[in-house]
């Protein structure tokens, strides 16, 4: 019979307890009773008709009788049924013990060994060698080829396409028991019309049985025996049903259990795999399900999480507990929106977490209310980076207000973004009042400035455009602007930056050399002209703004005074060809000032021609292009708006915390001044200001910091070469959101050159004032002291040689003509020389020469002469006796400094990167000179001897500069003194110049 349904352990049972109820010893016994009471009555009725025979005979009579009777009778109606029932009875308790085996097995195994052992119970129960077990597919058409037995897969057949769909209509005559929907048997399968033949390797089939198996009335599966030694019997068709079909229900569970497993570990997968930590509390508030993220957010497990529902809340920030407690309220709400929360938690290890949490009420199929479903994300990094962006802006802002600029943002429409304190002071309005209105409307020629921002537009930039702010109060402010474009994140031109400096002193400087000099003079670039041999002949004021060289040094002098060495020979010499040939040379070039600092400029030279188009004379015009580099330089590094202004002043930018005290490191101050970041510390940083600076900063500093308004002061200080330049400073508090101060940021901008020039003004007046006053005083003291002294020659030529008056007559001749000597000196310091024609000179023959006149001394002053070894001759074009004048002073000053306990001169030559000067270098063993005098040792009548005038060095380095060449000292106390003479070397045409 072909099963519609799943049989059981428990019918199999029942099945077995009623064949043994049948055939049970009470019954055995009656049917013995039975059989021996009919017998005994037959044998009874024979023996009465033999009632002679004797007794013994009639004994033998009854009982054959009753053993004919009785034997029969109990074969047919006990032993029969007995041994059928046992037969049966085993048969069960081999099924039974069959499906038990097979559920031991189904629950350790898979799908595809489940299926192979059921076929070899199959096997061993029916005696059959080849047995399979295949699936339908739900359209009744396909067979879905699934297992076949251990032994056919390894004695009897290749069965291959496992897992594989086949169509019924493709298959034999086995398939008849799903075509007919009923068991078969062909216990001669050769004999078979209908049958299809075997695959190529396939065993041959004798016979077999089929069986298919239904549910709900579709085949869902067809399983097969064959290969029995014997006929197939119905017996052997009640085993394979009853395995099969029992087999079908264990399958049906695991294929279902399988598809339950599968579901349920994608859904884990799912959630247990998401970034976020995800929950699931009833509607009691306990937690059903977390996700092992919670690990990652909080430290905590998911087990302690799922044993500790109070955990959830103790780890929620104290600061945010009430707040959660009402939330709380909406577990038992079943129609409540989504609802987002941010709050912190304290994790395992005692960090804090942002947690975004959003939770939502969860339903079942029948629509019941779960509970909620919540999703918690840690956004710490998020809210970390909204905090770091809120301190990056108050910082930029901090920046934006240190600048000693008046800074300003123009949006596209021309309106006011943004400015600064500076914009504020010179304007005379508030910030939230400039904010949003017209940027040209502050300046006394609108349209000026409106076509100025416009142009920024147009170009990318504008440089140095001048214009005049109108202040609320009236007055006027003259600027110079610097502008560039921005842009947003997109590439977008987002608006304009612009840099308003306030040129009012130099204004105010320019009206003063317009009132004092020429119209030519009056020219704003540097201007001069020289010979066709490159002498310079005459230069404007600019050119001694710019490059510290006064009229008087330099003219005679080649351009090649201004050399830096940054340029190398190929650079000169196409200039000269451009020039000589008559055509006009444009290029920028780095010269170096008197002081030493280096500067770009731009320079024109023009020839110009006689009437027969000779060459007479270059005009060379100068451009000092120094900001404009340094800004093209700071603008292409910059990175954002606020950084490029402050790297584009080159300013020291530092950081306090909100007492004034230095808690970080601040990389660009330890970068200039040398010290570590330990040492700038607290109020160390004071130390590296110039010590009678100290005490006035510190009280300006406290000052600001106690009545926290802007700190502005200027102050010297020192490198970490130890040398000291002046800085102008400015710092402002920085604020919190909620107006508190949390430290201060400022700005130190280096004005040493502006320092020095100002110096070097006051020098030159200085140098003037003197001039004319020692022209003056040693004209009026020359014309007494000459009478003076012919008076006392005419004297001594009276007076004989025995004469008590001679010592004295001598004295006075002497001092008369220390005097002389004296009237002379500072003549010659402060009268121009004529100009004398230089001529190439070995510089060694200069030094053998002043060797040659210093060896008595050295010899009186126990001094050692060291030459450099391997001293190498150099040209130089020089005035020789000048050249020798100046070695001979400085090696004169040596020997003078290292008496009485002599010591070493040492005297050796260096040259430049392109060797186009050469450096004389000579040094001694002396004390050295002081640091205080160090500075002004060039300046006249400035010594540290005895006796002396202190003329000679601002002598030797008048004859040096004069000559295109610089004079440098270092000196340590105690350590000795280092002279360094640097000459340009001769190259052939050095008379013209370069």
Known sequence: MVNQSGSDDGQQADDLKNRRGRISVGFNLVIMIVGIAIAEILAMIIISYFISLDYYQLVIIDTSIMAIIIIPWLYIFSISPLLKQIRQQAQAESILQARQRIMEYASAHGLSDLLEYTLNEIEALTESTISFFHFMETD??????QAWSTNTLQNMC?????????????????????????PIIHNDYAQQPNRKGLPEGHASVVREM???IIREDKVVAVLGSGNKPRDYTTNDLEIISKIGDFAWDVVDHKQADIAIQESEEKFHTLIDWTYDWELWVDTQGNIGYTSPSCERISGYTVDEFIKDPNLLMRIIHPGERQMIDDHQTVIHETSADPITLEYRIIARDGSEHWIEHICRPVFGHDGGHLGRRISNRDITKRKQAEEELRSVNAYNRSLFEANVDALVTITPDGKIGDVNAVTEAI??????????????????????????????YEVGMVRDYELEIHHKDGHCTPVVYNASVYQDASGKVAGVFAAARDITERRQAERQLVLLTTALEAAANAIIVADKDGRIIWANTAFSKMTGFTKEEIVGQSPSILKSGKQNREFYRNLWETILAGSVWRGELVNRRKNGSLYFEEQFITPVFDKDGSITNFISIKHDITEHKNAENALRKSEEQYRSLIIATAQIVWQTNPKGEVVEDIPMWGAFTGQSEQDAQGMGWLEALHPDDRQRTSEIWAHAVESKTIYDTEYRLRSHTGEYGYFAVRGVPITDKDGNISGWIGTCTDITEKKLYENQLIQAEKHAVIGRMVGSVTHEINNPLQTIKNCLYLIRQDTGLESPNNEPLEMALSETQRLSNLVGQLRQ????????????????????EVHTLIKPHLNYAHVAWDPAPGLEPCTVNCVKDQIIEVILNVCMNAIEAMQPSGGILSIGLEFSDEKEQVGVMLSDTGPG???????HIFEPFITTKRYGLGLGLSICYNIIQKHGGQITVVSEPGRGTWFTIWLPIYTGIAERGE
């Open 829 to 848: 310091l402060y009268r121009p020389q004529a100009i004398q024609t230089m001529h190439p000179h070995d510089l060694m023959d200069l030094i053998n």
């Open 158 to 182: 290749k069965a291959e396409g496992k897992g594989s769909h086949y169509d019924l209509e493709r298959a034999g005559v086995w398939a008849d028991a799903v075509r007919q929907r009923k």
């Open 427 to 456: 304007t005379g309005y508030p910030r939230e009042d400039l904010i949003g209105t017209d940027f040209h409307s502050y300046f006394t020629h609108p349209d000026k400035a409106r076509a100025g921002y416009e142009r920024v």
């Open 210 to 212: 089929v069986i298919p």
């Open 140 to 145: 009744q058409k396909t067979i879905n080829l």
């Open 929 to 935: 000179i002081q640091a205080d005098v160090l500075p």
